[in-house]
């Protein structure tokens, strides 16, 4: 995928399946997407931005209108990777008619190259009913964010093997209604492992083993930068969070003293006459 002249659309992530793993990542905002672009096959405008970005306690809460307004940020910052928004609780569940509108309208306004929705069975209809109206979609299934009320809720799934066949019929529905690919979170090895190699689509991972056709961390939890609560699967590549602290301080401790600004940050000052 890296050698992919201009922006990967999602038949460039379908193409993946069974190959080199697919890289991908949330972001969020113009910078996050330029530092990140040129490494990712597939940026994620993630609703956890609620928790990473707004303090909120899950990742129900944000609206569409949020989502809509990272994703036309995210599409501002970069120009590589395939870039998917996600529509957010309550946008689509209601019927056919309210999720086509919410998926067209996040398609339409941010320019991105799909959405996606978390669910199995029970959304399959809904799926494929974005995809007929022309809005690819990428699916999410296993455990699933915005069904948890609070951090206890965030529960890895098909542990058992009525909750396996459960994550396993939802990846399969989900394939069938015509998703280009799926995010499987929080899901026991053996589980993931069957699905990507029933479903014809690639398989994202996120706490679901190497198994997956591809791997995506939520950024904040990878660089340190959300440090409220980190799940087991997350790996921490760098401590941004401890870096912006130690400049806070040195920052803090210069004004203080007088140190910052220096005359190299003033303008119409003649070194001469000081
Ligand atoms: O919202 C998000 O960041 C996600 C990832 C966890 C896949 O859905």
Known sequence: MASHIGRIGVDGIKSGKGGTPLVCLTAYTTPMAKFL????????????????????????????DIMVAHGQAVMRGSKHACVVVDLPQGTYETSSHQAIASAAHTFVETGCQAVKLEGGTEIADTVAAIVDAGVPVLGHVGLLPQKAEGRNDFKVQGRDDEGASQVIADAKAIANAGAFAIVIEGTVEPVAREITETVAIPTIGIGASPACDGQILVT??????????????????????????????AYAED????????????????????
């Open 37 to 64: 672009d040129a490494y990712c096959d597939l940026l994620l405008v993630g609703d956890s931005l609620a928790m990473v970005i707004y303090g909120l306690e899950t990742t129900r809460g944000v609206t569409l």
């Open 220 to 249: 904040p939890d990878m660089v340190g930068l959300f440090t409220d609560f980190t799940p087991k699967f997350v790996k921490r590549y760098a401590d941004l969070g401890q870096e912006l602290q130690e400049a806070a301080k």
């Open 255 to 274: 004004v203080r003293a007088g140190r910052f600004p220096e005359l190299e940050h003033c303008f119409g000052v003649v070194k001469d006459e000081i």
